[in-house]
Nanobody, 129 residues
């Protein structure tokens, strides 16, 4: 059983930056896909970025390419970050990390579907204009 614990989030003005963290526990191996999702009020949950832990391959939604960066901690491979720069008011949402064991979600191209089995508790990011 994989547990995900998030930290970070908060309020920032447009153009600012926020970093989210997600640490996985309960699984001894590194072959899993971790994604970041967001859900704005009244909207569906959407994929933002993903990373395959065992290989480091990264994936981004077009709406955040060039502004958001997903990465692993250099020392703690179970820690994943989402660095969000040049934030816009439309980035305001609850952000969740999610994980699935295996490479299918990442390498299979379906990482942006919110059907991961394991989820973090969520963190609010609010961007004001």
């Amino acid at each position: 059983q994989v547990q995900l614990a998030q930290s970070g989030g908060g309020s920032v003005q447009a153009g600012g930056s926020v970093r989210l963290s997600c640490v996985a526990s309960g699984y001894s191996y590194s072959n899993y896909c971790m994604g970041w999702f967001r859900q704005a009020t009244g909207k569906e949950r959407e994929g933002v970025a993903a990373i395959y832990i065992d290989g480091g391959s990264t994936y981004y939604a077009d709406s955040v390419k060039g502004r958001f960066t997903i990465s692993q901690d250099n020392d703690a491979k179970d820690m994943v970050y989402l660095q969000m720069d040049s934030l816009k008011p439309e980035d305001t949402a609850m952000y969740y990390c999610a994980a699935e064991i295996g490479e299918t979600k990442c390498y299979g191209g379906s990482w942006y579907f919110p059907d991961f089995p394991y989820w973090g508790q969520g963190a609010q990011v609010t961007v004001s204009s």
